[in-house]
């Protein structure tokens, strides 16, 4: 079965640059898109990045998505750390077998 | 767009319980419609999908044979019927709209959630 697998948690300090890796196991990441959603706490999650490197309407630039096929993962990128950024990360992507597919989830900290 | 879940509440182990998703904002019988279900604490989690016509409907393997999901397309609604609930079962239930319209397949990708109802499974 397709996995997902992400750092329980990252941190970094206002206007620095993080990267939270989405790893793929049991498959390849490259055969369907990934999203990532972003959720603050107490709220419902919102989609900051889609279809792999989109970025819906409303979301800074400051946020942005790859994915690397010879690692067979993918990233979100968040330059400039606000400390509204704060938040869990979550990466997803979805095969025939298993329709939707969610990594664990990534705490980011900006201290 | 608005998605509006109801329905959680406290039931004991073995109970039932059926949540409701009002939609509202976008044509609703164009587009796959998901639950996603959140433990105390814990990550997210895919539970079950509904292709447009609510034809075919997808279950992830923990709630397969307990779980239906279905859909009204006349009422703008999506429905889960939660049966032989466990302890394991407690968690935040979101209603979630796919991304893409008219797709016929499985769920694919989120752009809209509701804001969650809590199911409580606890004697």
Same mark, same amino acid.
């Given at each position: 079965?397709?996995m997902?697998?992400?750092p ?21 990441i490259?055969s ?29 630039d400051r ?5 690397d ?6 990233s979100?990128t968040?330059?400039?750390l ?8 979550y990466?997803?992507s ?6 939707v ?9 900006v201290? | 767009?608005? !998605? !509006? ?11 039932? !319980? ?15 419609m ?9 990550? !997210? ?6 292709s447009?016509?609510?034809?075919? +409907? ?9 779980? +239906?999901?279905?859909?009204?397309? *006349? ?8 049966n *032989?609930?466990?302890?394991?079962? +407690? ?23 509701g ?5 409580t499974v606890?004697?």
């Open positions: 079965n397709f997902l697998t992400q329980h948690s990252v941190s970094d300090s206002p206007g620095k640059t993080v990267t939270i890796s989405c790893t793929g196991s049991g498959g390849s490259a369907n898109y990934v999203q990532w959603y972003q959720q603050r706490p107490g709220s419902a999650p919102t989609t900051v990045i889609y279809e792999d490197d989109q970025r819906p309407s409303g979301v800074p946020f942005s998505g790859s994915i096929s010879s690692s067979n993962s993918a979100l968040i330059s400039g606000k400390t509204e950024d704060e938040a869990d990360y990466c997803q979805y095969d025939g077998s298993n329709p597919i969610f990594g664990g989830g990534t705490r980011l900290t201290l | 767009v608005q !998605l !509006l879940e109801s329905g959680g509440g406290l039931v004991q182990p073995g109970g039932s !319980l059926r949540l409701s998703c009002a939609a509202s904002g976008f044509t609703f019988r164009s587009y796959v998901s639950w996603v279900r959140q433990a105390p604490g814990k990550g !997210l989690e895919w539970v079950s999908g509904i447009v016509g609510g034809e075919n +409907t997808y279950h992830a393997d923990s709630v397969k044979g307990r779980f +239906t999901i279905s859909r009204d397309n *006349s009422k703008n609604t999506l429905f889960l019927q939660m *032989s609930l466990r302890a394991e079962d +407690t968690a935040v239930y979101y209603c979630a709209k796919d991304f893409y319209s008219g797709s016929s397949g499985p769920p694919s990708l989120f752009d809209y959630w804001r969650g109802t809590l199911v606890a004697s």
